[in-house]
Every structure is written in structure tokens, then in C-alpha cells.
């Protein structure tokens, strides 16, 4: 995989639009961004993906930077309910299937 | 509803007592494959299947079986339980192993 670097955590007013960075310096030109998020114990929620272009789709809109080697998740207008951690991957393509490696995410905070 | 559904959620066990966590999927999926998450560690893959019958080893496969005799479901097997596979399990299925993956909603064990 293309390792990939996030904060630690991050807070966010309730409301107001959060905004989580991730650098992936190293990706490849036909790898893609993929990010998911984790609330509380459950399971890993697929968020959003992208290639080249930004993407946005009803839960979050994704900005990739026009080098590739980093990529925001925005969450417009974040609620209580966005509190969880997120995971950028970039999945790397091995034997058939796409090998992904989750680290440890950001740990989103959503403030009242 | 599309969902991966594992069983059980929660399980309090001995050292040595065998085990099975069950996971089946009803969307049809190729792939199937299970992660452990430990605290500071992230999501770690134990093994993963591409398809009926076929299935390989991922990061962290040492203490643990599968098998994959039916599309739909996919065993975790732990012959011999040992206090450190204590742990947060997770299976997960995509179409032909690609992304996004739909992850169900964990199983936490607990050997003693």
C-alpha cells in the first residue's frame, strides 16, 4: 500500500464543516484514495473514493490535491453523530484482490 | 438488506476451548476476510478468501482456521483459544476484492 499519514485526532464545532487531511506521498498514478470511517466498535463504514477529480456524494465531498500526494475529507456540516474515527487508505493492487492496510486513523471529535 | 452479519457479537471463553465466530454475507461476494483490531494497532487481516474454496493467509494468521466450503459463508475458527487473541474481530466481503469492502459488526472475545 501507499502509506498514508493522519493526524492523531481533531475536534470540530457541531455544525460547522469538518475538515480531515491525509498525505499519501507515495501513491501511484492509477491508486486510488479511499476513506472510511469507524464509529464507536463498529464496523468500518465506506465513505467515499477518488482518483484524480474531487468527489462528493451525500455523506461527504473528498479534495485530492492536483499532485495526488494528499486528499481532505470534508464533512459539510458535522453533527454528533459524525463523531468516529476516519481512515484514509490507498489500496494496493496484489494477487488479484486490493490488499488494504488500516492504521490508526483520526479520531474525530464533534463538539457541541 | 445488504449486510454482513457475524456471530457471536460478544464471547467470554477459556484458554484451550475451541471456538468458531461465524460470518456469512448476503450480497453475493467473491471475497471474504477477517481483521482483528487491538488498541494502537488498527485493523490487522488474519485471512482472506477470494472465492469458494479458496482462501490464503493476510498479516497475522498464526492460531487461526478457515474455510469457505459455501459463497456466502466464511468461519473463523480458533482450535486452541490463547489469551492473546483477545480482541476485537471483524469480517468483512466486497465484490471480487476490490473496494469498498462492507464490514459486519465485530465480534469481541475475551480469553481467560
Known amino acids: 500500500d501507499a502509506k498514508t499519514t493522519q493526524p492523531t485526532s481533531m475536534d470540530c464545532a457541531e455544525g460547522r464543516a469538518a475538515n480531515l487531511p491525509c498525505n499519501h506521498s507515495t501513491i501511484s498514478g492509477n491508486e486510488y484514495v479511499y476513506w472510511y470511517r469507524q464509529i464507536h466498535s463498529q464496523g468500518p463504514q465506506y465513505i467515499i473514493h477518488g482518483l484524480k477529480n474531487n468527489e462528493t456524494n451525500e455523506m461527504a465531498s473528498l479534495i485530492i490535491t492536483e499532485d495526488r500526494k494528499s486528499s481532505t475529507l470534508i464533512l459539510p456540516h458535522a453533527t454528533l453523530r459524525d463523531t468516529a474515527v476516519y481512515y484514509c487508505i490507498v489500496p494496493l493492487n496484489s494477487g488479484g484482490y486490493q490488499k488494504v492496510t488500516f492504521g490508526t486513523g483520526t479520531k474525530l471529535q464533534v463538539i457541541p | 438488506e445488504a449486510q454482513v452479519t457475524q456471530n457471536p457479537r460478544y464471547l467470554i471463553t477459556v484458554t484451550g476451548k475451541k471456538l468458531t465466530v461465524t460470518c456469512s454475507q448476503n450480497?453475493?461476494?467473491?471475497?471474504m476476510s477477517w481483521y482483528r483490531q487491538d488498541p494502537g494497532l488498527g485493523l490487522r487481516q488474519i485471512y482472506y478468501?477470494?472465492?469458494?474454496?479458496?482462501?490464503d493467509k493476510g498479516d497475522v494468521p498464526e492460531g487461526y482456521k478457515v474455510s469457505r466450503k459455501e459463497k456466502r459463508n466464511f468461519p473463523l475458527i480458533l482450535e486452541s483459544p490463547s489469551p492473546n487473541q483477545t480482541s476485537l474481530y471483524f469480517c468483512a466481503s466486497s465484490m471480487r476484492g476490490q473496494q469498498p469492502q462492507h464490514f459486519g459488526d465485530g465480534t469481541r472475545l475475551s480469553i481467560l
Open positions: 478468501s477470494m472465492n469458494v474454496e479458496v482462501t
Open positions: 450480497m453475493n461476494h467473491e471475497y
